[in-house]
Nanobody, 123 residues
């Protein structure tokens, strides 16, 4: 079982930045692929970014490419999402997800999910 806890959400003005963190339990974090997803009000959950277990491969949704950066610290069992140039349409609950035993920066197929952290971008 993998337990994930997100933090770092909040209210920010358009053009601002936030850094989300996701702390994971387990002694084998370095063998998990990790992803970030979001769900905006009235919309389905969508993929945002993913990183493979070594951190050498990343993948982004077109809507955040060039503005968001996913990274990980395997010594701290933590994955991050640096969000710059935020837009009102980035407003959503952001979730991190884990895929143990996978070395792919996948857009789907995650087994474990956190509870989410709210990000609100005002115009």
């Amino acid at each position: 079982q993998v337990h994930l806890v997100e933090s770092g959400g909040g209210l920010v003005q358009a053009g601002g930045s936030l850094r989300l963190s996701c702390a994971a339990s387990g002694r084998t974090f370095s063998t998990y692929a990790m992803g970030w997803f979001r769900r905006a009000p009235g919309k389905e959950r969508e993929f945002v970014a993913a990183i493979n277990w070594s951190g050498g491969v990343t993948r982004y949704a077109d809507s955040v490419q060039g503005r968001f950066t996913i990274s990980r610290d395997n010594a701290e069992n933590t994955v991050y999402l640096q969000m710059n140039s935020l837009k009102p349409e980035d407003t959503a609950v952001y979730y991190c997800a884990a895929q143990p035993g996978s070395d792919y920066a996948s857009t789907w197929g995650y087994d474990y999910w956190g509870q989410g952290t709210q990000v609100t971008v005002s115009s």
